[in-house]
């Protein structure tokens, strides 16, 4: 094997959506890795470039995983492009190849961060240019070689991305929902919930099914990555294809061992458009008949009895576009009902980006909120919300459902 490939440790920087780190790192910890180091939104290890090709295969709340190059100080451009010209391109990019630039910089020397992603390369092209005679094609395009510039002030990192299109897309959804939850914080959101796997999982709310089949394939133990077949480190000149074979093969081991679920998973939704939504992305995940769907409101869900405590995770319009918040109180307050007539056998969850609209329903929280992000939403899970007794009567009244 290629031992710039399986050999050279360096430091891996693994993204993630802001909040979502401390589910990263228990994922991170759980593949046999220790942690270095933890933001907001990514964790540190320590890795080789094929301990890359597992974590992207196993990490279900990532976006990419980056391989460190170098790391230096750069006062201006040309810093960097000379600092950058002295690494071995031609240890990782196909002379005739392809690659993109992807970049975060802030540096009161340049005034277009397009530049920076320039200069990156221009510095790999003049290496590779000046060695054999000829240079890899560059471009925007993420489904080849993939580099990523870190530059902020005068500390600037220059990294692999060896993932290219994020982790978050895994494939299955075919079809989708006005504003769908990324499979990577739904795979955080499930985590933070503390499911054990055994217990019911049920998602009234459904959408196109996201939470419902991130579950599933928690529950069968199945690599989030399975039906993935390119990544950036693919298409380096070091790659190793028989590594990629061995961290396949074990994945279906593990799912193998796994795929058939000791508990019930239910997905409904009130629009009919969502249920067939759901069942065209379960059916292209594979696990249409470890899922049970129906078109109803909310509070008609049906809650099958469980052998080990469940998990009940509700995802609700936030008002704005998502729906009028003055017509959602109701909504938010119905769930708080509903949450409450099931608490005997399971723990309740909502995942909201309007906090304030559940308050004002009347939810009380038994803990305090988790925080995350979609998109740019700050969003909340609020667990095992009760009602004040007074709104609970006050719904009661005016439902006609009850």
């Not at 000379?82 to 196909?94: G, R």
């Not at 690659?99 to 540096?107: I, T």
């Not at 939403?377 to 007794?389: D, G, H, M, Q, V």
């Amino acid at each position: 094997m290629n031992s710039t490939f399986t050999e050279e440790p360096s430091t891996l920087v693994i993204t993630c959506s802001s909040g979502v780190s401390p589910y990263l790192a228990q994922e991170v910890k759980a593949l046999g890795f220790h942690i270095d180091r933890t933001t907001d939104s990514t964790v540190e290890t320590e890795g080789t470039l094929a301990d890359c090709v597992k974590l992207n295969m196993h990490l279900r709340t990532a976006h990419r995983v980056l391989y460190t190059l170098d790391r230096f100080r750069a006062h201006n451009a040309n810093n960097l492009y000379y600092a950058l010209i002295d690494i071995p391109w031609e240890n990782y990019i196909d002379p005739e190849g392809y690659f993109s630039v992807d970049k975060a910089v802030e540096n009161p020397t340049i005034t277009d961060t397009r530049y920076a992603s320039l200069k990156v390369k221009d510095a790999v092209v003049d290496r590779l240019r000046e060695k054999f005679g000829c240079r890899p094609d560059s471009g925007n395009e993420r489904d080849r070689t993939c580099l990523f510039v870190h530059w902020m002030g005068e500390n600037a990192s220059i990294y692999i991305d060896t993932t290219g299109e994020s982790l978050s897309f895994r494939g299955y959804r075919g079809a989708t929902s006005e504003a769908p939850m990324r499979e990577s914080l739904a795979a955080a959101v499930i985590m933070a919930s503390g499911w054990n796997k055994r217990g019911n999982f049920i998602n009234p709310m459904c959408g196109c099914g996201t939470i419902a089949i991130e579950a599933a394939w928690m529950a069968q133990n199945r690599a989030p990555a399975m039906l993935r077949d390119n990544f950036s480190f693919m298409h380096l000149c070091c790659y190793e294809p028989s590594v990629w074979t061995q961290v396949v093969s074990e994945a279906m081991k593990a799912y193998e061992a796994s795929k058939d679920i000791p508990c019930r998973i239910v997905a409904t939704d009130i629009e009919s458009d969502m249920i067939d939504a759901t069942y065209e992305n379960a059916e292209l995940a594979g696990i249409d008949k470890l899922l049970t769907c129906d078109v109803c409101d909310f509070m008609l869900t049906p809650i099958p009895e469980t052998a080990e405590r469940g998990t009940i995770i509700m995802n609700p319009p936030y008002g704005g576009r998502m729906g009028d918040p003055l017509r959602l109180r109701d909504t938010y307050t119905g769930m708080g009902v509903f949450l409450q007539k099931n608490k005997a056998s399971y723990d309740g969850y909502i995942f909201t980006g309007n906090p304030e609209l559940a308050e004002n329903s009347g939810l009380e929280l038994s803990g305090h909120p988790q925080t995350f992000y979609s998109g740019r939403i700050e969003c909340s899970l609020l667990e095992n919300p009760t009602l004040k007794a007074e709104d609970e009567a006050r719904f009661l009244r005016r439902s006609a459902i009850l």
